[in-house]
Nanobody, 114 residues
Framework: QVQQVESGGGLVQPGGSLRLSCAASVSIFSIIRMGWWRQAPGNQRELVATITSGSSTNYADSVKGRFTMTRDNAKNTVYLQMNSLKPEDTAVYYC????????WGQGTQVTVSS
């Protein structure tokens, strides 16, 4: 069972950038697919990016071209580089396997506001 700790969130102005990290408690080398989700107040959790063990990526249309997901198997860590941030990107961001395990981390808050 994978446990994960997300970090790197914060307050940023529109157009700014943040890099999120997710450290897993076990080797992610053999995990076929990892994902980043986000949940804004009053909304359901949505999947925004996925990465396979071969580093193939997919993105939700709302973040395509702005977000980049990578993984470092040696460090058991996945990352989400977020550029050109918009107020609608404001949410708590989580990482998990795809499909997700039932145990979620605490997430990291991203707030995009001027």
């Amino acid at each position: 069972q994978v446990q994960q700790v997300e970090s790197g969130g914060g307050l940023v102005q529109p157009g700014g950038s943040l890099r999120l990290s997710c450290a897993a408690s076990v080797s992610i080398f053999s995990i076929i697919r990892m994902g980043w989700w986000r949940q804004a107040p009053g909304n359901q959790r949505e999947l925004v990016a996925t990465i396979t063990s071969g580093s193939s990526t997919n993105y939700a249309d709302s973040v395509k071209g702005r977000f980049t997901m990578t993984r470092d198997n040696a460090k058991n860590t996945v990352y989400l580089q977020m550029n050109s941030l918009k107020p609608e990107d404001t949410a708590v961001y989580y990482c998990n396997t795809v499909p997700p395990s039932p145990d979620w981390g605490q997430g990291t808050q991203v707030t995009v506001s001027s």
